[in-house]
């Protein structure tokens, strides 16, 4: 198929490059795979369908390669794979214009859904229209909920955040089950992205 969506990988590891390729490539998408970030602004493609690309790589990591491709003034949509635990990262990440990210351990469908959101025309709401959804996801929310957001967008630890709203890590724990289940988010970086839009 000649118009297969072409999705650039970029990740300092052969073996996940390879899975990578490979999982794309049963799935329908052409493949370009790049060792670290230096080498895909080396080839600097036309504006791909996506860039996939790992968050902690040597050298450059991948916010700095979105950092540069926005600073040159390149608008590649980007998703960025991130390690558990990378919360603070991966929001940092989204805030420098990564649509999305991916966290490990991944299941293939997930990663999959993610690369096919990034591929599709209207993957890109204006930002007025991004603020509008997520201020009435997030209308339904309680003060409390809110505050746990608010922790939970700083990258804080459940029990961190309990501390602070002096409230137990369980309670912490139902109130991020809530946030989930009030705002419609599928996972952890579909929290983020409604949070960011929001402007918390």
Do not use: W
């Given at each position: ?7 650039h ?37 036309e ?33 960025a ?17 990564v ?11 997930a ?24 201020e ?35 309670t ?14 599928r996972?952890?970086?579909?929290l ?9």
């Amino acid at each position: 198929m000649a118009n297969k969506p072409t999705i650039h990988v970029i990740d300092d590891d052969e073996a996940m490059r390879d899975s990578l390729a490979f999982l794309l490539d049963v799935n329908g998408f052409a493949v370009q795979v790049y060792c670290s970030a230096a080498s895909f602004l080396e080839a600097l493609p036309e504006p791909p369908a996506c860039i996939l690309t790992d968050i902690r790589m040597p050298d450059m990591t991948g916010l700095e390669l979105v950092r540069q491709l926005r600073r040159d003034g390149h608008h590649h949509p980007v998703i960025a794979i991130t390690g558990h635990g990378d919360v603070a990262l991966a929001v940092e990440a989204m805030k420098a214009g990564v649509i999305d990210f991916v966290e490990k351990p991944f299941t293939d469908d997930a990663l999959i859904a993610a690369v096919r959101a990034c591929t599709s025309s209207d993957v890109a709401p204006t930002r007025e229209q991004a603020l509008q959804e997520a201020e009435l996801k997030l209308s339904v929310l309680s003060p409390r909920e809110r505050d746990v957001l608010i922790g939970v967008v700083a990258g804080k630890l459940n029990k961190v955040i309990a501390y602070e709203l002096d409230i137990s890590p369980r309670t912490v724990e139902i109130y991020r089950a809530n946030l989930m289940t009030k705002t419609g988010a599928r996972n952890m970086p579909g929290l983020m992205r409604i949070a960011l839009a929001a402007g918390l």
